[in-house]
């Protein structure tokens, strides 16, 4: 029985702990974020140039039918947002969270301090969550200078809801990283799951235009919700349906810290 | 702790210690108290068990039987104050590469909520006795492996640990960087913290441990100082025979004329003797013809081989 609240105790996460992991990986990032500067920041404002403007030319006054009057760029800017923050959860989820695992190995070193797998997985998906935020506030900034949004309010809203979704991605993502024994299966991820889903999540085109199937298909992935979420609020859609979205992505991220938890522990505790 | 002149504390000790994973069993119901203030090692070859010894002591692999306590407390139930009192150094690196050498202290020191202050004021002082000072700044990565196999002791060291777990400190460094370490593990002992090592060098476990227990095949085969080991188990001196043609064709016979025992490896006969000089004309006596011999004092590598049949290396 005793055994038994010894084992739950490891597995849950202690309130604070967490907090000193996250701090060691912006410790890090501070040493080397210029690196990642342009992925993360800049890489999808140069997507948003180059497809609004060239794509919007071709799209032409066509646009209107789908975005419902507004220009092309600004249809598609909100959900290039929430897309960055699917490229960049995945991304800090990946190869990252593997390589202190197999090749740094820190984590091996960090599990024998008083911290356990959970208060690890907890910082380590919080420090990620603050990277796309970060992201988001830039992306958001850059929406207002450009007025694309309009309402300081419904961008700041953008930045929580395009966080989320970095998060629906980034938990689930470093739960599946915790399992494998190479980056192999990283490539897989990112051709067959992160690219198409690009396609699929109304970022160019409504969901709605897609096949039934594909389309239900679509809702059950988070980018769809972000790109819904990011979308009403820049062009100032009503927000019906918000909260659904809302429920999407927090349980992708909710459940997806959990898995990362338990199959992180499994891992390091053996 | 414990008073002058009392009993000193027992700070891990292990009943019927054992884990199994699926069918094998890596470490098969091992008892061994450590003592406080005590250098205490794990000798044996790989895969005999060590490690994963470590790991249950660590409090980071629940045991499948057996009893463990570590300084009063079972790491099943407490594992976190446990590990908040021990510092773990792994066998293969898990330093931060792109941090710098102070930064990698600092930030292991939140781990055990130690505060800012305190962290820098420590690391500092560890920087200075692990002669790391000068490259306090710089990143890891570029380090010798002495040099990161030292910061890997320092940072365990970060919030004053009661025992250090060594898992193979030396395997990998140069015999000068293996010295050096050896130097601070000692003074490290003086300063009263206990010290719990795994080897597979026979020389290190012979310069650093006032206490060790030999392991084989997931089992402890001995126990005791390395001078009681090699009482115990092995003669005064060795003499060596090389055979670089085999000796498996040697008449045993002949062979057991020589010393009080002897052990067949591939291409050496180890002869376990009062007098190694004197055991050497016996075997010449014998018709033995052997391409070269040597006569050293016993040590910790003889009294394995007498345990286990086995030579470390092989």
Request: with cysteine; aromatic share 8%.
């Amino acid at each position: 029985m005793s055994v038994a609240i010894g084992a739950l105790r490891d597995a849950l996460p202690h309130p604070t702990r967490w907090r000193h992991v996250a701090g060691y990986m912006l410790a890090v990032y501070r040493r080397e974020w210029q690196g990642s500067f342009f992925s993360a920041f800049l890489e999808p404002l140069v997507v948003l140039a180059g497809l609004g403007i060239g794509l919007g030319v071709l799209v032409g006054d066509r646009a209107a039918e789908i975005t419902g009057g507004a220009s092309y760029v600004a249809y598609i800017a909100p959900a290039l947002m929430a897309g960055s923050a699917m490229q960049l959860g995945a991304g800090e989820a990946t190869w990252p969270v593997l390589a202190r695992i197999m090749w740094v190995r820190i984590y091996h070193a960090i599990v024998a301090t008083p911290l356990n797998p959970a208060d690890v997985m907890l910082g380590a998906i919080a420090f990620m969550g603050g990277k796309v935020a970060f992201a988001a506030a830039f992306f958001a900034a850059v929406l207002l200078a450009a007025g694309i949004a309009s309402q300081p309010l419904a961008a700041l809203a953008m930045v929580g809801a395009t966080t989320l979704t970095g998060l629906a991605f980034a938990a689930p993502i470093t739960a599946f990283a915790v399992t494998q024994k190479s980056d192999q299966g990283f490539g897989f991820l990112f051709r067959l799951v992160i690219t198409p889903l690009a396609f699929l999540s109304g970022t160019y085109f409504p969901v709605e235009n897609l096949p039934p199937a594909v389309q239900g298909f679509a809702w059950l992935t988070p980018l769809a919700h972000g790109v819904a979420l990011d979308r009403a609020l820049a062009l100032g859609l009503p927000l019906d349906g918000a909260w659904t979205h809302v429920a999407a992505l927090a349980a992708w991220s909710v459940g997806g810290t959990v898995a990362a938890a338990v199959l992180f522990r499994r891992r390091m505790r053996t | 702790m414990s008073s002058a002149g009392a009993t000193p504390e027992t700070l891990i000790r292990a009943r019927g210690l054992t884990k199994a994973f699926g069918a094998r069993t890596a470490v098969a119901g091992i008892d061994f108290e450590v003592r406080d203030g005590e250098f205490f090692g794990f000798l044996g070859p790989n895969g005999a068990g060590k490690t994963t010894t470590m790991r249950m002591i660590a409090g980071v692999s629940p045991r499948s039987g057996g009893d463990l306590q570590i300084l009063g407390r079972d790491p099943d139930l407490d594992g976190a104050a446990i590990r908040a009192q021990l510092g773990v150094v792994h066998q293969q690196e898990t330093l931060d590469q792109e941090l710098s050498v102070r930064e990698n202290l600092l930030v292991f020191g939140r781990f055990f909520g130690m505060d800012r202050a305190t962290i820098a004021e420590r690391a500092d002082e560890l920087l200075e006795l692990f002669q790391l000072s000068d490259r306090a700044g710089d990143q890891v990565e570029p380090l010798s492996g002495g040099m990161k196999r030292r910061l890997s002791i320092a940072r365990s060291l970060i919030a004053g640990p009661r025992i250090l777990m060594l898992d193979e400190p030396t395997t990998g460094l140069d015999p000068q960087a293996r010295h050096l370490l050896w130097d601070l593990l000692q003074r490290l002992k003086r300063t009263g913290t206990t010290i719990v090592l795994t080897t597979h060098y026979m020389d290190e476990a012979e310069q650093l441990c006032d206490r060790l227990v030999v392991m084989d095949d997931a089992k402890i085969v001995a126990e005791g100082s390395p001078r009681e080991l090699i009482e115990r188990h092995a003669s005064r001196e060795v003499l060596e025979l090389r055979f670089p043609g085999g000796t498996e064709l040697l008449d045993a016979n002949k062979l057991a004329k020589v010393g009080d025992r002897y052990e067949r490896l591939a291409e050496r006969v180890i002869v376990g003797c009062e007098n190694g000089e004197a055991a050497h004309a016996r075997a010449l006596a014998a018709g033995l013809s052997p391409e070269s011999w040597l006569v050293r004092r016993s040590s910790l590598e003889d009294v394995f081989l007498r345990l286990t049949g086995r030579s470390l290396d092989e």
